[in-house]
T-cell receptor
């Protein structure tokens, strides 16, 4: 079945350093989404990428969708303590009723 | 606007006791509904999803069951809880149509501890 792998599983950085998490799918995706889960909270939708090679930015966050629509990345520039949490990617294939989530990358930050 | 409500927020249940978690969505019609479980510090495991009233798809064999008695109501149940059922349970919905058709919106979750 469809699998979405996400790395790294954990990442600890100093405040101000950059952070990147990567997502790879075993199958071509129709779209990919990113979610953020703060400690003790529920996942919250961040963004959806649909087009091959698409790049979207939200302030210090940059999201990319690969040309083959099988991989994606989330890059945070100059991390802040508010960025702490677990970041999940989730992909779906055409016509599917469900999203397949990656395992998540847990980001911790040393202030 | 659409909202999702999930309850109870936390519960502690003894092994062998029944379980009922309820979820309702407001502000939308005919949503796709989902139950996920998240073990401590782990990823999201899809348990059940539903595309309509009475239509339930199970992703993982287990002692849990789901029901959708009304369009915007999704219930997760168990007749006899196991210790391994402990975790964070998340209800979620997705619009069946529209520009944001693939976006999933999560409830605030229910923390279940089986003792």
């Amino acid at each position: 079945g469809q699998q979405v792998m996400q790395i790294p599983q954990y990442q600890h950085v100093q405040e101000g350093e950059d952070f990147t998490t990567y997502c790879n799918s075993s199958t071509t995706l129709s779209n990919i989404q990113w979610y953020k889960q703060r400690p003790g909270g529920h996942p919250v939708f961040l963004i959806q990428l649909v087009k091959s090679g698409e790049v979207k930015k939200q302030k210090r966050l940059t999201f990319q969708f690969g040309e083959a629509k099988k991989n994606s990345s989330l890059h945070i520039t100059a991390t802040q303590t508010t960025d702490v949490g677990t970041y999940f990617c989730a992909g779906s294939i055409q016509g599917a009723q469900k999203l397949v989530f990656g395992q998540g990358t847990r980001l911790t930050i040393n202030p | 606007s659409q909202t999702i409500h999930q309850w109870p927020a936390t519960l502690v249940q003894p092994v062998g006791s029944p379980l009922s978690l309820e979820c309702t969505v407001e502000g939308t019609s005919n949503p796709n509904l989902y139950w996920y479980r998240q073990a401590a510090g782990r990823g999201l495991q899809l348990l059940f999803y539903s595309v309509g009233i009475g239509q339930i798809s199970s992703e993982v064999p287990q002692n849990l069951s789901a029901s959708r008695p009304q369009d915007r109501q999704f219930i997760l149940s168990s007749k006899k809880l196991l210790l391994s059922d402990s975790g964070f349970y998340l209800c979620a919905w997705r619009s069946a149509a529209g520009a944001a058709v693939n976006t999933i919106y999560f409830g605030e979750g229910s923390w279940l501890t089986v003792v």
